[in-house]
């Protein structure tokens, strides 16, 4: 009995030492395996021997080590890119700033910190708490843009130029916004640069300022040789040959051609000045219509063109300065009598839409191609080969009238097939 109970504990000892030995390497594996899960890439599991277990281990540490050296080499990486990316921002004299997809702000460079105080610091909630209240306003304005899915915001010209306080001082800066996308195509942050034009605004100014000087120049001399021109024409000085009166009457056109040229640059500068006041009115829409026929009906009957006036609401009201009004009237009927041919039509219309009242000017004239419908609106710009040509000002003014009445203006065109310029009023407000 005692050799039996004496055997038994034996076995039971090398058993016990046996089952230790065999579950160690699959201890240091299990141990190594959860360190490396949590970050540790330089554990390793310790196991001696040559038998299926042991291999497994330095098989297992072979890839530990991989695993250790592409993690140095990747954040090695990512820093490097993060770097090279700040110091090409930081290159950049113009604020820039960079938010997430949750619309938090996640890099600014250093113009953005030293000119409008943009700070990441500031915290996710209130990114903003250092800037100013207009500054605040546009990067969200931006930011917004980008976000909601509108894609990227390129300004129209120096009209889209914002005044902002700075640590220089109030300067001009352009918005523009860009999308930031990942490899997938799939939106995941917004860059906003603005972009300090104020140098190019005081050149644009200036250019301006000399542009009506020039043009008020003209003007005197200008409408002495017109009087002087018309006085010879009507024969005040005495009878005119044939050949003369032919010569005094080009002279003539010429002379209303410039005068129209002083006259809009003279309104650009007064304009771009702010020294435009408008003083809108309750006025009936047939009459707006009417009297742009009744002003340009000579004119089309010498040119063998149809103008006439289909509204069907004359008695709406508009709010509209008369005259300024008529002003845009006067370039989209002129216009469209230019471009036309003989036995072509000129036809103004009216329609109700969104509260506002749309006015339209459909001719059957050569149209205008696409790529130049936006453009042709901007200043000094002329579609090519498109006829006769004036400074390239008139729908640019045409334009700013209109926006000035809080309205919007546009042309729906195909070459060949003719124009359609329209321009919107906002109706009366009877209420009010």
């Given amino acids: 009995l005692l050799v039996s109970t004496f055997l038994t504990r034996r076995m039971l000892l090398v058993s016990t030492f046996l089952t230790r030995r065999m579950l160690q390497p699959v201890s240091a594996l299990s141990e190594a395996t959860r360190k490396i899960g949590e970050g540790n890439f330089d554990a390793r599991a310790h196991v001696r021997g040559n038998d299926e277990l042991a291999r497994l281990a330095r098989d297992f540490n072979a890839m530990a080590a991989r695993l250790a050296e592409y993690r140095k080499s990747s954040l090695g990486d990512l820093l490097q890119a993060h770097l090279s990316m700040q110091a090409a921002i930081d290159s950049l004299p113009d604020p820039v ?4 997809i949750d619309g938090n702000l996640q890099n600014v460079n250093r113009a953005a910190e030293t000119l409008i105080s943009l700070r990441t610091d500031g915290g996710a909630k209130e990114p903003f708490k250092t800037v100013d209240a207009a500054t605040r306003a546009v990067l969200e304005r931006m930011r917004s843009h980008v976000l909601s899915g509108k894609g990227a915001f390129n300004p129209r010209g120096f009209e889209d130029a914002v005044q902002l306080p700075t640590m220089l001082g109030d300067r001009y800066f352009l918005p523009r916004a860009t999308p930031v996308y990942e490899s997938r ?5 917004a860059t906003v640069l603005l972009q300090d034009v104020t140098r190019l605004r005081r050149f644009e100014e200036l250019k301006n ?11 005197t001399p200008l409408t002495s040789l017109r009087m002087a021109v018309h006085l010879c024409t009507e024969q005040v000085a005495g009878p005119l040959t044939e050949k003369q009166a032919e010569l005094l009457h080009a002279a003539r056109e010429d002379c209303d051609r410039l ?10 500068s007064r304009i771009e000045s702010g020294r435009v006041e408008l003083y809108p009115l309750p006025t009936p829409t047939g009459v707006l219509a009417e009297s742009a026929v009744e002003q340009f009906k000579a004119e089309a009957e010498a040119k063998g063109v149809r103008l006439s006036a289909d509204i069907t609401i004359p ?17 989209l009927v002129g216009n469209a009598l230019r471009h036309t041919q003989r036995d072509g039509s000129v036809t103004l219309g009216a329609s109700v839409a969104n509260g506002a009242v749309r006015f339209t000017v459909t001719d059957t004239g050569k149209g205008i191609p696409k790529e130049y419908q936006e453009r042709i609106f901007e200043k000094f710009f002329q579609v090519p080969e ?9 729908l640019y003014i045409a334009r700013e009238i209109v926006r000035g009445h809080g309205g919007d203006i546009g042309v729906e065109s195909e070459p060949g097939k003719g124009s359609a310029f329209w321009f919107t009023l906002p109706r009366e407000n009877k209420s009010a």
């Fill in 97 to 100: 700033a960079i938010f997430n």
């Fill in 259 to 268: 005068q129209a040229m002083v006259d809009d640059l003279l309104d650009m």
């Fill in 315 to 331: 008695e709406v009201k508009v709010l509209a300065d008369h005259e300024r009004v008529g002003h845009v009237f006067a370039n």
């Fill in 185 to 189: 195509g799939v939106i995941v942050g």
């Fill in 386 to 394: 498109s006829g006769p040509k004036g400074i390239g000002l008139g």
């Fill in 209 to 219: 300022d000399v542009v009506a000087t020039i043009a008020h120049e003209f003007r």
